[in-house]
C-alpha cells in the first residue's frame, strides 16, 4: 500500500514535507524526554538506595545504644519521607514482590543484616511498601516501614518548555518546507503560465545550485520553445506568401480556359487551397498567441451582430438567452470562436442555434446547438486536433480543412477560456465556451 492510497494523506508536497518533519522530529523529542526521565528516575533510585543503607544503619545504631526508655522519643527524628521506626513486631506479609521494594530490602539487609538478623515482607494489599523486623542487642522487636514515593516529582513549568518546543519545531518545519518547496511552487506557476502566447514569466536564476539549475533549465526551454514557434510561424507566413503568386496565376489561366466544367472543378480546388494555406497560418498564428489586448465589451451586443451578419447572408442561426451583464475579454477572438463553431454547426446540421447564460462564480457558458449526426464519443477530444476530419461527416463536398476547431481551441486557451464538444440526448452535437468573467 503506497503513501497516496491512505485516505488522510496530504495531496501536496509541501504539507507532506512538513507532516513527516514534525512528526519525526515530535518522536525524536518524545524518544529523548522518555529516556531522559528514564536515566533520571534510575539515577535517583541508585542514590537513594545509598542513602537508604547509611541512614537506616546509623539509626538501627543510634536505637540500639539508647535506653529502652528514651526510643520512643527519637522515632520522630529518625523519620524519613519514605520510611519510619516502629517499636514493635509490625505486620507480616509475604517476601516482597515489587522490584523497588526488592532492592531497598536487599539494601537495608546490606547495611545491618550482618549485624542485626532480619526479615522483610510485603505489607498485605500493598505490594509496593513493605516491613523490615530485627532485633535489637536487648530482644526488642524494631520494625522499618518502607513506602516509596509515587515518583519523584516535576517542576511544574517542565509541561510549558515541551509545549514551546513543540511549537518552535513546527515552526521551524513550516519554515524549512516553505523555503524548499518555494522554488518549485514558483516553477509550477510559470509552467501553467506557460500558454499559446509564450508570455510565461522568467524564473529568477538564484538560490541554492539545484534551483538554480532548474530554473535556468526551464528558461532555456521556454527560449527554444519560443524560437521554434516564431520560425514556424515565419515558414508558414513565407509559403502563404509565396503560394499567393502561383494560385493567382493559375486562376488567371483558368479564366480563360474554354472547358467550363473543367475551369469550375479547378477553380473550386485553386479556392480550397487558399482556404488551406490562410486557415493553416491562422492556426500557427493563434498557437503563437493572441495580441489582442481583452477590453470590457456588451457580449449581447457581440452575439446579436453576429447572428444579424448570418441572417443576412440567408442562415438559419437563432439566438437565445443573454449575459445580461459586461465582459472583460479579446471580442475579435471571441467571435471568431463563436463563428468556427457556428460555421460547424450550419454544415453539418443545416442550421444552429446560440444559447447564452452567465452562470455561478462570474463565468459566461456559450453554447452553440445543432441537429447534425453528432460526433463518436471516443472522438469528441479528437476533433480538437489540426487537420482531424471524421470520414462520417466530412468530405470534400462539405468542405472544411480540419483546423477550425483546432483555431477555436486555441483561441480559448489564450483566453483563459474552456471549449468541449457533447452529443445531446435529443440529437446533435453541443459546442459549449466557458468564459471566466474577469470584471
Known sequence: MTLNAWPHWPR??????????????????????????????????????????????????????????????WLPRLARRTYRFILGP??????????????????????????????VNAVPGQPERLQVHLRLSDGSPLTIDYQPMAGAPLSPWLA??????????AACCWLAVRVATRPLSHLARAADTLGPDLKA????????????????????????????????????????????????????RVDVMDDDAQGAKLRQDLQEMETMVKEGVTYARTMHGATEVPIRIDPDALFDSLVCDYLDAG?????????????ITRPQALRRIVGNLVDNALKFGGAAE????????????????????GIPAESLEAVFEPFVRLEGSRNRHTGGTGLGLAIARQLALAMDAALSLHNRPEGGLEARLVLKNAG
Open 160 to 169: 510549558v518548555v515541551l509545549v514551546l518546543q513543540l511549537i518552535v519545531l
Open 315 to 327: 442562415k438559419d442561426v437563432s439566438l437565445h438567452g443573454q449575459v445580461a451583464t459586461s465582459l
Open 90 to 119: 509490625g505486620v507480616p506479609g509475604a517476601a516482597p514482590d515489587a522490584a523497588l521494594s526488592a532492592r531497598v530490602a536487599q539494601s537495608i539487609a546490606d547495611g545491618i543484616g550482618k549485624r542485626y538478623p532480619l526479615t
Open 201 to 252: 514569466e522568467r524564473l529568477p536564476e538564484d538560490g541554492p545550485d539545484e534551483v538554480a539549475r532548474a530554473a535556468r533549465a526551464f528558461n532555456a526551454m521556454h527560449d527554444r520553445v519560443k524560437l521554434y514557434m516564431t520560425e514556424r510561424l515565419q515558414i508558414l507566413a513565407a509559403i502563404s506568401h509565396d503560394l499567393q503568386t502561383p494560385i493567382t496565376r493559375m486562376r488567371l
Open 354 to 373: 446560440i444559447a447564452v447564460a452567465a452562470a455561478q462564480g462570474g463565468e459566461v457558458r456559450i453554447s452553440v446547438l445543432d441537429r447534425g449526426p
Open 12 to 73: 501536496t508536497l509541501f504539507a507532506r514535507l512538513a507532516l513527516i518533519l514534525f512528526v519525526g522530529l515530535a518522536l525524536a523529542q518524545t524518544l529523548s524526554v522518555w529516556l531522559t526521565m528514564t536515566e533520571r528516575d534510575q539515577t535517583m533510585n541508585n542514590v537513594m538506595m545509598g542513602y537508604i543503607e547509611r541512614e537506616v544503619t546509623s539509626s538501627v545504631a543510634l536505637l540500639d545504644h539508647l535506653p529502652p526508655d528514651e526510643r520512643a522519643e
